[in-house]
């Protein structure tokens, strides 16, 4: 390759080099230890110094020198990279150096000229390459030379993606090795050469189970990774924090594309993973922080970041924190993040004052009457313009426009409910699931609150209001509140039943969503009615178990809300649908918010603050609970020295997380951790299940089994009330566990949220998120091993594999799989991917993949991965003709290929030639079948595919057709590929030319015994010495057909044919080949 030209100096390099080639102004060198003489004392010293040096130039076994005659100084301009293909690269750099360069240089008169020259006829040579490179990094020149050295150590597909790169040491066993880093697209890999000890390591992400953080006593600090079951350590990092990071973030996106089959559409640094960049990484990672703490849309991306203080009021002091920008709003957040944070839309602001030179200001205003101070803004005149613009742009003719439209829209229906008041009624909901949308919380509608009634319980409420009130006055109210610590501390005393729905969509941030997207619910709830799929008939199974005893779901007005909301949700992302415990939440966000807004909070809890828990897997809930073990042993140890086995809390805590304590608390007590929820988000959760624990510990020591303990946690939570609650009994939920007569004394909600807060408030929600990535990895993988299990069991009861090699057909398919989608995000496999069906669908293989496979494994030889006969076995093995194979079908074709009878095997091969004759398409994707997709599911088609399955019965030789001529003639061909190299080949393919020469003569006799004029003489015998390239005679008539029992009957009385198929091929041999090679393969 061409380098930036850089000085050398010859004096000490000449025991390491030795020249080639030489003339007037370069010379080429070969580095001492490669090629002639390379062995030896010599070798090892040279490549241990090439792997510690960071220069391409210094390890490359050959180079380019540039030098002028009177000048003692030598430019390095080209390198040879690449080991196998050195030679031959170096000296088409010389060859076209004497082409280009040579004469031209002869036109100068001074030595600096012609270095000049040079210098720049090289830059321009590595700009053009450039051009067309995957180095987008700040320092191209030398990320080029590592991502050279990357390619030529570990020889993985061109358009694998180099990200970064770091040295460290790498523990192999109890000694170190010195060598670099490499982290990629893909890959986590590492490379070392130490006096001929060569370590080289390459590891997949979606392969990881565990990477964390780690501390011993002969590792003060390093990375710990397992994978396979092994352990490996690297250490000797100089930035280890930035290293573990990108490697966090590498291994999630290699999660979420592979796992969850995510496109990432709406991030543009993610969606190509040929382009990703440790810049884009990190820009992402920023972004998508900064949306998760300030609660914003995901559309949002982290702009800017500013220093500076904003002066809080009533408080009356400057706090000092940071500012940030997005596209559509201004965010600020103290220094602990705790102390203040304020969230403001540009579409709220209505001006920007023009900037205080003296004190660095920034003050905006937005509506209500307020303004935000930033001051000590370093770059404050350009941000000033900036927010101008920005809501400038917010405020646009086209937003305007849009807005005037809505409110000509509503007031045309405030006219006519003037004008008809019958219809209001209407509007709280209608019989038979109509499409309108209740405009009223449904507590409002069942339980009115009595201005007039004084009891204790409601003055109390009245009180709360009356304190919020101040609050409100104080810092705000609506989207641009101010939230501090008093904030907090009001909402662990308890939110007024009037207010509930209101802070609910604020702290969500879904009171963003709504507000940007009018209309959308509507629209949803229109498109949505009538729809007949999989999760409306979920829906519709679970909408009377929701809430059950409330009395607004046993009415249609609250059911039929219900169903609008989930039904619109499930037409929104079709990606989850409906899960169970969706209803149950749904249900209380109905009660204390309208229809529309339930659905934005909805949204905001399923897609923002509880990501991945509403899915078949619930693998959030999972995670969180592999979260809640961890701080179970920091905060419990009392708990944890008696109970050796956690996971019993994963399993009683599931229902926990996934309702947010709703399933197991009254109504009126869950919606005061609903209301710590939407505040402080799953910190919350994980602090109360800390609290219950801690409450029952000695009760739960003392438990024989896990029944009781189930026992006294069921208990516990039928004594929990909240004493200030001004709901009515009727209202009230009837305690969901024991129904005898509690033990435990009464326990008040909010002490017992007081209580979590003081104990475990210190859990920071920076912690949880990291907690969370570290475990995801090892749930994730769990989960896949127990699939795997499960295809597996099925799959062993029609194949004759046994199961420990199944699984290396299982890694081998999957790994193919991710093969697949590794280099781009349109795979037939990604493309089609349907998280509905079932673990045996999940990995699947189209034509291209399949062929790759299919050609390491196959015991003959017989099939390239890009002959038309791997074609006609994967069209043979779809038997849904969707285009895409999964492991049992592909496991079935093996074998019967490796394990079936003579007949059997025989009779695969001729089925392959039977029509239709397929032709593989001109850009090699067979697409997939239009009848399969997400659309209305028709559960009746399943069960009878489902029941024609159970009653087929076994193929018999005679249910199977003719095959014409021409295919016939190709099934010859197709037996003689297979016997080629065989060792007994000249035998077989004489006994293949004689069947066929057999059954030609036997139908031509036959159908001469049919024409009007008798039998004739029969065709005389082919030779049997016949070519095999020769397959078969030529047949005069096209209507001649074989059926597969002549074949069968004639093949048998060949002996030499009959004990080639017989004999037993070892898969293990193939199994391990496919191993080694199944990546190499990809780079073909």
Same mark, same amino acid.
């Not at 002869?106 to 390459?129: C, M, N, P, W």
């Not at 986590?188 to 080289?200: I, Q, T």
């Not at 208990?715 to 566990?737: C, E, I, M, R, Y």
């Not at 326990?747 to 807060?757: F, N, P, T």
């Given at each position: =390759?061409?380098?930036?030209?850089?000085?050398?100096?010859?004096?000490?390099?000449?025991?390491?080099?030795?020249?080639?080639?030489?003339?007037?102004?370069?010379?080429?060198?070969?580095?001492?230890?490669?090629?002639?003489?390379?062995?030896?004392?010599?070798?090892?010293?040279?490549?241990?110094?090439?792997?510690?040096?960071?220069?391409?130039?210094?390890?490359?076994?050959?180079?380019?020198?540039?030098?002028?005659?009177?000048?003692?100084?030598?430019?390095?301009?080209?390198?040879?990279?690449?080991?196998?293909?050195?030679?031959?690269?170096?000296?088409?750099?010389? $060859?076209?150096?004497?082409?280009?360069?040579?004469? &031209?240089? +002869?036109?100068?008169?001074?030595?600096?000229?012609?270095?000049?020259?040079?210098?720049?006829?090289?830059?321009?040579?590595?700009?053009?390459?450039?051009?067309?490179?995957?180095?987008?990094?700040?320092?191209?020149?030398?990320?080029?030379?590592?991502?050279?050295?990357?390619?030529?150590?570990?020889?993985?597909?061109?358009?694998?993606?180099?990200?970064?790169?770091?040295?460290?040491?790498?523990?192999?066993?109890?000694?170190?090795?010195?060598?670099?880093?490499?982290?990629?697209?893909?890959?986590?890999?590492?490379?070392?050469?130490?006096?001929?000890?060569?370590?080289?390591?390459?590891?997949?992400?979606? #392969?990881?189970?565990?990477?964390?953080?780690?501390?011993?006593?002969?590792?003060?600090?390093?990375?710990?990774?397992?994978?396979?079951?092994? $352990?490996?350590?690297?250490?000797?990092?100089?930035?280890?924090?930035?290293?573990?990071?990108?490697?966090?973030?590498?291994?999630?996106? +290699?999660?979420?594309?592979?796992?969850?089959?995510?496109?990432?559409?709406?991030?543009?640094?993610?969606? !190509?993973?040929?382009?990703?960049?440790?810049?884009?990484?990190?820009?992402?990672?920023?972004?998508?922080?900064?949306?998760?703490?300030?609660?914003? @849309?995901?559309?949002?991306?982290?702009? #800017?970041?500013?220093?500076?203080?904003?002066?809080?009021?009533?408080?009356?002091?400057?706090?000092?924190?940071?500012?940030?920008?997005?596209?559509?709003?201004?965010?600020?957040?103290?220094?602990?993040?705790?102390?203040?944070?304020?969230?403001?839309?540009?579409?709220?602001?209505?001006?920007?004052?023009?900037?205080?030179?003296?004190?660095?200001?920034?003050?905006?205003?937005?509506?209500?009457?307020?303004?935000?101070?930033?001051?000590?803004?370093?770059?404050?005149?350009?941000?000033? &313009?900036?927010?101008?613009?920005?809501?400038?742009?917010?405020?646009?003719?086209?937003?305007?426009?849009?807005?005037?439209?809505?409110?000509?829209?509503?007031?045309?229906?405030?006219?006519?409910?003037?004008?008809?008041?019958?219809?209001?009624?209407?509007?709280?909901?209608?019989?038979?699931?109509?499409?309108?949308?209740?405009?009223?919380?449904?507590?409002?509608?069942?339980?009115?609150?009595? *201005?007039?009634?004084?009891?204790?319980?409601?003055?109390?409420?009245?009180?709360?209001?009356?304190?919020?009130?101040?609050?409100?006055?104080?810092?705000?109210?609506?989207?641009?509140?101010?939230?501090?610590?008093?904030?907090?501390?009001? /909402?662990?005393?308890?939110?007024?039943?009037?207010?509930?729905?209101?802070?609910? =969509?604020?702290?969500?941030?879904?009171?963003?969503? =709504?507000?940007?997207?009018?209309?959308?619910?509507?629209?949803?709830?229109?498109?949505?009615?009538?729809?007949? &799929?999989?999760?409306?008939?979920?829906?519709?199974?679970?909408?009377?178990?929701?809430?059950?005893?409330?009395?607004?779901?046993? +009415?249609?007005?609250?059911?039929?809300?219900?169903?609008?909301?989930?039904?619109?949700?499930?037409?929104?992302?079709?990606?989850?649908?409906?899960?169970?415990?969706?209803?149950?939440?749904?249900?209380?966000?109905?009660?204390?918010?309208?229809?529309?807004?339930?659905?934005?909070?909805?949204?905001?809890?399923?897609?923002?603050?509880?990501?991945?828990?509403?899915?078949?897997?619930?693998?959030?809930?999972?995670?969180?609970?592999?979260?809640?073990?961890?701080? /179970?042993?920091?905060?419990?140890?009392?708990?944890?020295?008696?109970?050796?086995?956690?996971?019993?809390?994963?399993?009683?805590?599931?229902?926990?997380?996934?309702?947010?304590?709703?399933?197991?608390?009254? /109504?009126?007590?869950?919606?005061?951790?609903?209301?710590?929820?939407?505040? !402080?988000?799953?910190?919350?959760?994980?602090?109360?299940?800390?609290?219950?624990?801690?409450?029952?510990?000695?009760?739960?020591?003392?438990?024989? $089994?896990?029944?009781?303990?189930?026992?006294?946690?069921?208990?516990?939570?039928?004594?929990?009330?909240?004493?200030?609650?001004?709901?009515?009994?009727?209202?009230?939920?009837?305690?969901?566990?024991?129904?005898?007569?509690?033990?435990?004394?009464? *326990?008040?909600?909010?002490?017992?949220?007081?209580?979590?807060?003081?104990?475990?408030?210190? /859990?920071?929600?920076?912690?949880?998120?990291?907690?969370?990535?570290?475990?995801?990895?090892? *749930?994730?993988?769990?989960?896949?091993?127990?699939?795997?299990?499960?295809?597996?069991? *099925?799959?062993?009861?029609?194949?004759?594999?046994?199961?420990?090699?199944? !699984?290396?057909?299982?890694?081998?398919?999957?790994?193919?799989?991710?093969?697949?989608?590794?280099?781009?995000?349109?795979?037939?496999?990604?493309?089609?991917?349907?998280? +509905?069906?079932?673990?045996?669908?999940?990995?699947?293989?189209?034509?291209?993949?399949?062929?790759?496979?299919?050609?390491?494994?196959?015991?003959?030889?017989?099939?390239?991965?890009?002959?038309?006969?791997?074609?006609?076995?994967?069209?043979?093995?779809?038997?849904?003709?969707?285009?895409?194979?999964?492991?049992?079908?592909?496991?079935?074709?093996?074998?019967?290929?490796?394990?079936?009878?003579?007949?059997?095997?025989?009779?695969?091969?001729?089925?392959?030639?039977?029509?239709?004759?397929?032709?593989?398409?001109?850009?090699?994707?067979?697409?997939?079948?239009?009848?399969?997709?997400?659309?209305?599911?028709?559960?009746?088609?399943?069960?009878?595919?489902?029941?024609?399955?159970?009653?087929?019965?076994?193929?018999?030789?005679?249910?199977?057709?003719?095959?014409?001529?021409?295919?016939?003639?190709?099934?010859?061909?197709?037996?003689?590929?297979?016997?080629?190299?065989?060792?007994?080949?000249?035998?077989?393919?004489?006994?293949?030319?004689?069947?066929?020469?057999?059954?030609?003569? =036997?139908?031509?006799?036959?159908?001469?015994?049919?024409? @009007?004029?008798?039998?004739?003489?029969?065709?005389?015998?082919?030779?049997?010495?016949?070519?095999?390239?020769?397959?078969?005679?030529?047949?005069?008539?096209?209507?001649?057909?074989?059926?597969?029992?002549?074949?069968?009957?004639?093949?048998?009385?060949? @002996?030499?044919?009959?004990?080639?198929?017989?004999?037993?091929?070892?898969?293990?041999?193939?199994?391990?080949?496919?191993?080694?090679?199944?990546?190499?393969?990809?780079?073909?």
């Amino acid at each position: =390759m061409w380098l930036k030209p850089e000085e050398i100096l010859l004096k000490n390099a000449l025991k390491l080099w030795v020249t080639e080639k030489d003339n007037e102004y370069f010379v080429v060198q070969r580095r001492r230890g490669y090629g002639e003489g390379g062995g030896g004392l010599t070798g090892r010293l040279v490549g241990t110094l090439d792997a510690v040096l960071d220069s391409t130039s210094k390890v490359a076994p050959f180079r380019i020198l540039h030098h002028t005659p009177d000048s003692q100084v030598y430019w390095a301009v080209a390198c040879g990279v690449s080991l196998c293909v050195t030679k031959e690269e170096i000296f088409q750099h010389w $060859d076209w150096l004497q082409q280009n360069i040579m004469r &031209t240089l +002869s036109v100068f008169d001074s030595s600096e000229d012609i270095t000049s020259f040079v210098q720049g006829k090289i830059r321009g040579l590595i700009a053009e390459e450039g051009k067309t490179s995957h180095v987008l990094e700040d320092d191209p020149e030398k990320f080029r030379e590592a991502y050279l050295r990357f390619e030529n150590w570990f020889a993985l597909p061109p358009q694998e993606k180099l990200v970064t790169y770091y040295a460290c040491s790498y523990w192999k066993g109890k000694v170190p090795c010195q060598g670099w880093l490499y982290l990629s697209t893909n890959f986590l890999c590492f490379y070392s050469y130490l006096l001929g000890a060569e370590v080289k390591l390459v590891i997949s992400w979606d #392969e990881i189970w565990r990477l964390e953080k780690t501390s011993n006593v002969i590792l003060t600090e390093s990375v710990h990774v397992v994978a396979h079951g092994e $352990d490996h350590y690297f250490s000797m990092l100089l930035h280890l924090n930035e290293t573990f990071v990108i490697m966090e973030q590498l291994a999630d996106y +290699s999660v979420k594309r592979l796992f969850d089959k995510e496109a990432f559409e709406s991030e543009r640094a993610l969606s !190509d993973p040929l382009q990703i960049t440790k810049r884009g990484l990190e820009a992402h990672a920023k972004s998508e922080q900064f949306r998760t703490f300030f609660r914003l @849309p995901k559309e949002e991306n982290l702009l #800017e970041v500013h220093e500076s203080f904003l002066w809080v009021p009533s408080s009356h002091f400057n706090t000092l924190g940071k500012m940030c920008l997005s596209e559509n709003y201004l965010c600020f957040a103290s220094q602990d993040g705790s102390q203040c944070h304020i969230v403001v839309p540009m579409r709220e602001v209505v001006n920007v004052e023009k900037p205080d030179s003296s004190s660095r200001a920034l003050t905006v205003y937005v509506r209500g009457k307020r303004a935000l101070r930033f001051t000590e803004v370093r770059d404050y005149r350009r941000l000033a &313009t900036t927010v101008r613009d920005r809501c400038g742009i917010s405020a646009s003719p086209q937003h305007a426009a849009s807005a005037e439209v809505i409110r000509g829209e509503c007031q045309s229906l405030i006219n006519h409910f003037e004008d008809n008041p019958e219809d209001v009624t209407l509007m709280v909901g209608q019989k038979d699931g109509s499409k309108a949308v209740s405009t009223e919380a449904l507590m409002t509608v069942f339980h009115p609150q009595d *201005v007039e009634n004084l009891d204790p319980k409601m003055l109390k409420e009245k009180m709360k209001e009356q304190s919020w009130n101040i609050h409100f006055s104080e810092y705000g109210r609506g989207t641009c509140m101010f939230f501090t610590r008093k904030t907090r501390d009001m /909402i662990v005393r308890g939110v007024p039943e009037a207010l509930r729905g209101e802070l609910w =969509m604020l702290f969500s941030g879904a009171v963003n969503d =709504m507000a940007t997207h009018p209309g959308y619910y509507t629209e949803l709830v229109e498109q949505s009615l009538g729809t007949s &799929t999989l999760a409306t008939e979920e829906i519709e199974r679970d909408l009377h178990r929701s809430l059950p005893d409330h009395p607004a779901f046993q +009415s249609d007005t609250g059911i039929s809300a219900l169903r609008r909301v989930l039904t619109a949700y499930a037409c929104r992302n079709p990606k989850i649908g409906y899960c169970q415990a969706m209803n149950i939440l749904t249900s209380v966000l109905l009660l204390y918010a309208k229809e529309e807004e339930a659905f934005w909070l909805l949204v905001a809890v399923c897609e923002r603050m509880l990501p991945d828990y509403f899915n078949r897997r619930i693998i959030g809930a999972l995670v969180d609970q592999a979260v809640f073990e961890d701080l /179970i042993r920091e905060n419990l140890p009392q708990l944890v020295e008696n109970m050796t086995d956690l996971s019993f809390f994963s399993s009683v805590s599931l229902s926990w997380f996934l309702t947010l304590f709703i399933s197991v608390l009254p /109504i009126e007590s869950a919606v005061n951790v609903v209301d710590c929820f939407f505040y !402080d988000g799953i910190k919350a959760i994980l602090q109360l299940g800390l609290s219950v624990l801690d409450y029952n510990v000695e009760a739960l020591i003392r438990c024989h $089994d896990d029944a009781e303990a189930v026992t006294i946690l069921n208990k516990f939570f039928d004594s929990v009330t909240n004493k200030d609650s001004p709901l009515p009994p009727t209202v009230q939920q009837a305690p969901v566990g024991n129904h005898e007569k509690s033990t435990h004394l009464n *326990v008040d909600i909010s002490e017992l949220i007081r209580k979590a807060y003081e104990k475990y408030g210190n /859990i920071r929600s920076e912690e949880v998120e990291s907690s969370r990535k570290r475990n995801k990895l090892f *749930v994730i993988q769990t989960l896949e091993d127990t699939t795997k299990q499960n295809v597996i069991r *099925v799959v062993s009861q029609e194949v004759k594999f046994t199961p420990a090699k199944l !699984d290396e057909l299982y890694n081998l398919f999957k790994r193919q799989h991710f093969l697949s989608c590794y280099w781009t995000m349109k795979s037939p496999a990604l493309v089609h991917h349907d998280p +509905s069906l079932a673990y045996l669908e999940q990995y699947q293989l189209g034509f291209q993949q399949f062929s790759v496979l299919f050609s390491l494994l196959e015991p003959w030889a017989f099939c390239t991965n890009k002959s038309t006969l791997s074609l006609w076995v994967f069209r043979l093995i779809d038997e849904n003709q969707d285009g895409l194979v999964n492991f049992k079908e592909f496991c079935c074709a093996l074998d019967h290929l490796y394990c079936g009878s003579f007949t059997n095997k025989l009779k695969f091969l001729f089925k392959l030639h039977l029509p239709p004759d397929f032709d593989l398409p001109e850009d090699g994707v067979i697409k997939k079948s239009p009848e399969r997709g997400r659309g209305k599911v028709d559960l009746q088609a399943y069960l009878k595919q489902w029941q024609n399955e159970i009653l087929r019965k076994e193929e018999t030789i005679k249910d199977l057709p003719r095959i014409n001529q021409a295919q016939f003639i190709q099934f010859s061909k197709t037996l003689y590929n297979i016997f080629h190299g065989d060792a007994a080949e000249e035998s077989l393919y004489r006994a293949v030319a004689h069947v066929t020469s057999l059954l030609l003569r =036997m139908e031509e006799a036959g159908r001469r015994l049919q024409e @009007p004029g008798g039998a004739r003489a029969a065709l005389p015998p082919a030779s049997v010495d016949a070519s095999p390239r020769e397959a078969g005679p030529e047949l005069p008539e096209p209507d001649w057909s074989f059926s597969f029992e002549q074949i069968l009957a004639s093949l048998l009385n060949e @002996p030499a044919v009959v004990g080639f198929f017989e004999r037993r091929v070892d898969i293990q041999s193939k199994v391990i080949r496919a191993q080694a090679a199944q990546l190499k393969q990809a780079v073909g």
